[in-house]
Nanobody
Framework: VQLQASGGGLAQPGGSLRLSCAAS????????MGWFRQAPGKEREFVAA????????VYADSVKGRFTISKGNAKMSVSLQMNSLKPEDTAVYYC???????????????WGQGTLVTVSS
């Protein structure tokens, strides 16, 4: 499975950004896609994920109510809408692919290249 992420960049506190990711290769409809992030000097952490077939979602507490993950228009693609951004959201964001919501939130099987999100005034 190959993952191609796009989006990211610089936003001011309180602003918004949108990340997108498309999966290709040997993907399955009954799978999940999502995002992790790694801030400078910190470990990678789970952000959000969505089950592709059912559309169920799961979020880290730190982003609930501010971030929304959704399926994209293209098959096996997802978007992460990030609103009310905070400086602590600054991180490299990684698109991930996994078997289901439980697995993907702890041990995703596949990782995309990271995309940098910087929140600063």
């Amino acid at each position: 499975v190959q993952l191609q992420a796009s989006g990211g960049g610089l936003a001011q506190p309180g602003g918004s950004l949108r990340l997108s990711c498309a999966a290709s290769g040997r993907t399955f409809i009954n799978s999940a896609m999502g995002w992790f992030r790694q801030a400078p000097g910190k470990e990678r952490e789970f952000v959000a994920a969505i089950s592709w077939s059912v559309g169920s979602t799961v979020y880290a507490d730190s982003v609930k109510g501010r971030f929304t993950i959704s399926k994209g228009n293209a098959k096996m693609s997802v978007s992460l809408q990030m609103n009310s951004l905070k400086p602590e959201d600054t991180a490299v964001y990684y698109c991930v692919y996994g078997g289901n919501l439980v697995v993907i939130s702890t041990q995703p099987g596949y990782w995309g290249q990271g995309t940098l999100v910087t929140v600063s005034s």
